[in-house]
């Protein structure tokens, strides 16, 4: 069974941090496309971040370059978000998603094969 099963997240005061990650089982991660979304209340999904192997390429949001990184760990088929600098706009519900992408961009949702349960993050003091 094809999943993706997150964790992380929570309440951070702006300019913390936080760490979240992504544990993928049913498929191996290293052949996949990798990609985090998020969702603020009452806005649209939104791309925050994009990691290829295959074609070696990091892409992020201008809301978040500088301060977000993408990463994965392929031996332990787990991926990460880490999150410096955070801000009170930065407050949403965040997704890891992986797959192959065939014919669609690294921020069309429907892009992707699976998709995490969310995790709640909180920036305010």
């Known amino acids: 069974q094809v999943q993706l099963v997150q964790s992380g997240g929570g309440l951070v005061q702006p300019g913390g941090s936080l760490r979240l990650s992504c544990t993928a089982s049913?498929?191996?991660?290293?052949?996949?496309?990798i990609a985090w979304f998020r969702q603020a209340p009452g806005k649209e999904r939104e791309a925050v971040s994009y990691n290829s192997n295959t074609y070696d390429t990091t892409d992020y949001a201008d809301s978040v370059k500088g301060r977000f990184t993408i990463s994965r760990d392929n031996t332990r088929n787990i991926m990460y978000l880490q999150m410096n600098s955070l801000k009170p706009e930065d407050t949403a519900v965040y997704y890891c998603v992986a797959g192959l992408l065939y014919g669609a961009y690294w921020y069309e949702w429907d892009g992707y094969d699976a998709w995490g349960q969310g995790t709640l993050v909180t920036v305010s003091s």
């Open positions: 049913g498929f191996t991660l290293h052949n996949h496309a």
